[in-house]
C-alpha cells in the first residue's frame, strides 16, 4: 500500500518514528524587488517558498510557523530543519519555509545578472527582512489568518534574521527561535571564544592528543612549502589534489581548504550522520581525529581529515580539485561555492562582517590575520563597495535594547564555533538564553533523532514550553 504523504507524516509524528519531513508544496511570491525606492516600483521578482498545512488547525487560530530562509537553497533548511515538523501537530501550525533574495532560486535577475553591480545592492539584511513581513502579511490575509500567531524561526544567519524580524517588525511576528544565532558578533566583531578556538576545542574534546598533532601537521606543512618545488610536490601527492601544488598561492589556497574542512566539520559535529554541509559519520569531529592518530604522519593525518570533508562518507573522488571545493572570499570561515557562495561574500563585504583570525595559540591553526584592510581590499576589488562595519548597529540600535524587546529564545550549542558569537545568558524572563552543552550548529532544530544527547531533548522541551506559553498569552491579546 502506497501512503499520502500527509498521512506518513501524521504516523511518523504519533508513533515516534524518525527522520521524517513531510513533502512541501512550492509557490512563488510577487516580491517587490526595491522596498525603499519608488521609482523602482512595481517592479517584482519571484521569490519562492515552501509550504505544509495538513496539519494546521485553521478554524482555532493555529499559528505560523515561519521560517526565515537564509544563505542558500531554501529546501535543503527544509530537508534539516524536523524541529518544526515535530511540533507543527501539536500546535496546530501551518509551516512556511521562505526563500532568501539572492538564493537558491530567488534571485531578482536570474542567477548571472543579478550579480551585475546596478544589481548586487539590492541584496541586504534590510530587503530581506521586509521581503519576510510582506509576504507573512500577504498570507494572512489570502488565508484570512489576521488572529495567528506567528513564531519565526530560523538557524544561524537565518536564526539572526528571526533575531531582527522580532526587534524590526515586532507587529508582524509574535515570537521569535534564534538557534545559533551569533547576533553579538555582528556588533562586536570578534566571539568570545574565537570561532577557531571553539573548533579547536572539539577537537581536543574528540581526543585531547588530536589538536597537537594538527599543529604538527601544519608545521609540516609549512615546512615543505619553504623547500619550493620538491615541496609543493609532496604536498600535491599527499593532498591528492587535481591539479598540481606548484606555488605559493596554489600552497596557501590548499592550507585555506583544509582549514575550512576542518571549521566546517565542527558546525555539523552532529551525533548521527548527516548530510547537511556535507555526507558526514556521525561525530565527524571524532572521525577525523581518528583519522590524524592512526596515520603515520601528522601531514597524512590531516590530508586524510580534510578529505572526509571533501569526500564524505562514500568516497567517490579519486582527487580533490581544490579551487572547485573552496573558494576564498571575505568570510573567513567560508562562503561555499556557486551563486550562492557569490552572494554571501557580498553579504560578508557590506553588512554581516567580522573577522574570525588564527593565532596557533588558543587555537591549532597557524597564524593568519583578516583585517578590516584586508576586507575592504578584497570588497572593493571584487564588487567595488567599502565595507559597513557599524551599519548594523546603526540599523538595529544598540544591543542593550535587546532587553525591551521579548518572546525571544536565542539557543546555542557549545560544540558550535558560532556560539562565542551568541547570547549565553537569558536577558529578561521574556529573552531566553538555552544552552545546549553536546550541540552543534542549530541541533535543536533538527528533527528528532535516538541519539541525541540529553542537553538537546531538555533544549527542545524548554522551547517548546516557552512557544506553548507564549502562543496562550498571544491568543489572549488578539481576542481581548
Given at each position: 500500500m502506497i501512503l499520502k504523504p500527509s498521512i506518513l507524516y501524521l504516523l511518523c509524528f504519533f508513533f515516534s518514528l524518525h527522520y521524517c519531513v513531510p513533502p512541501y508544496t512550492q509557490l512563488w511570491f510577487d516580491q517587490t524587488v526595491d522596498h525603499f525606492n519608488l521609482e523602482t516600483q512595481p517592479q517584482t521578482f519571484k521569490q519562492r517558498y515552501l509550504v505544509y498545512d495538513k496539519v494546521w488547525n485553521r478554524t482555532d487560530d493555529g499559528p505560523i510557523f515561519f521560517y526565515t530562509g537564509n544563505e542558500g537553497d531554501i529546501t535543503n533548511f527544509w530537508a534539516n530543519t524536523g524541529f518544526v515538523f515535530d511540533i507543527a501537530p501539536a500546535f496546530g501550525a501551518v509551516v512556511v519555509f521562505a526563500e532568501h533574495r539572492f538564493y537558491g532560486?530567488?534571485?531578482?535577475?536570474?542567477?548571472?545578472?543579478?550579480?551585475?553591480?546596478?544589481?548586487?545592492?539590492?541584496?541586504?539584511?534590510?530587503?530581506?527582512?521586509?521581503d519576510y513581513a510582506t509576504l507573512i502579511r500577504t498570507l494572512k490575509k489570502q488565508w484570512n489568518a489576521q488572529n495567528s500567531a506567528v513564531f519565526a524561526f530560523g538557524g544561524s544567519y537565518g536564526g539572526q534574521l528571526s533575531?531582527?524580524?522580532?526587534?524590526?517588525?515586532?507587529?508582524?511576528?509574535?515570537?521569535?527561535?534564534?538557534?545559533?544565532?551569533?547576533?553579538?558578533?555582528?556588533?562586536?566583531?570578534?566571539?568570545?571564544?574565537?570561532?577557531?578556538?571553539?573548533?579547536?576545542?572539539?577537537?581536543?574534546?574528540?581526543?585531547?592528543?588530536?589538536?597537537s598533532l594538527v599543529r604538527q601537521g601544519f608545521s609540516a606543512f609549512l615546512d615543505l612549502v619553504s623547500?619550493?618545488?620538491?615541496?609543493?610536490?609532496?604536498?600535491?601527492?599527499?593532498?591528492?589534489?587535481?591539479?598540481?601544488?606548484?606555488?605559493?598561492?596554489?600552497?596557501?589556497?590548499?592550507?585555506?581548504?583544509?582549514?575550512?574542512?576542518?571549521?566546517?566539520?565542527?558546525?555539523?559535529?552532529?551525533?548521527?550522520?548527516a548530510n547537511f554541509l556535507a555526507p558526514l559519520p556521525a561525530w565527524p569531529i571524532k572521525a577525523a581525529c581518528e583519522m590524524i592518530i592512526q596515520a603515520p604522519t601528522p601531514l597524512i593525518g590531516i590530508a586524510r581529515a580534510a578529505g572526509l570533508f571533501y569526500n564524505g562518507t562514500s568516497g567517490n573522488l579519486t582527487c580533490f580539485d581544490i579551487?572547485?571545493?573552496?573558494?576564498?572570499?571575505s568570510d573567513q570561515t567560508g562562503c561555499g561555492t556557486g551563486p550562492d557562495g557569490y552572494s554571501w561574500d557580498y553579504q560578508a563585504c557590506s553588512e554581516i562582517i567580522y573577522f574570525p583570525n588564527t593565532n596557533n595559540v588558543s587555537d591549532m591553526f597557524p597564524p593568519r590575520t583578516w583585517s578590516l584592510a584586508n576586507l575592504t581590499a578584497h570588497c572593493q576589488k571584487n564588487w567595488g563597495i567599502i565595507p559597513r562595519p557599524d551599519w548594523i548597529d546603526t540599523y538595529f540600535g544598540d544591543p542593550e535594547l535587546i532587553?525591551?524587546?521579548?518572546?525571544?529564545?536565542?539557543s546555542n550549542g557549545l560544540l558550535d564555533p558560532w556560539h562565542g558569537g551568541g547570547i549565553l545568558h537569558s536577558i529578561s524572563d521574556s529573552i531566553i538564553a538555552v544552552v545546549i552543552e553536546d550541540g552543534a550548529h542549530h541541533l535543536d532544530l533538527r528533527e528528532s533523532n535516538p541519539a541525541d544527547p540529553p542537553s538537546v531533548i531538555e533544549a527542545r522541551k524548554i522551547e517548546v514550553s516557552y512557544l506553548t506559553m507564549w502562543l496562550k498569552e498571544i491568543k489572549e491579546e488578539k481576542h481581548r
Open positions: 532560486e530567488s534571485y531578482p535577475y536570474g542567477k548571472v545578472h543579478s550579480f551585475d553591480r546596478e544589481h548586487i545592492g539590492l541584496l541586504s539584511v534590510e530587503q530581506a527582512l521586509a533575531f531582527w524580524m522580532r526587534l524590526k517588525y515586532p507587529f508582524v511576528i509574535d515570537a521569535a527561535l534564534a538557534s545559533s544565532a551569533p547576533v553579538k558578533l555582528v556588533y562586536d566583531k570578534k566571539a568570545q571564544p574565537d570561532y577557531f578556538e571553539t573548533v579547536t576545542d572539539d577537537f581536543a574534546r574528540a581526543n585531547p592528543i588530536c589538536p623547500t619550493g618545488q620538491p615541496g609543493f610536490k609532496t604536498l600535491t601527492n599527499t593532498f591528492q589534489t587535481c591539479s598540481p601544488i606548484n606555488s605559493a598561492d596554489a600552497a596557501n589556497l590548499l592550507l585555506l581548504w583544509i582549514v575550512n574542512s576542518f571549521g566546517s566539520m565542527a558546525m555539523v559535529d552532529y551525533p548521527y550522520p579551487a572547485e571545493e573552496f573558494v576564498p572570499c532587553k525591551y524587546s521579548s518572546r525571544i529564545i536565542l
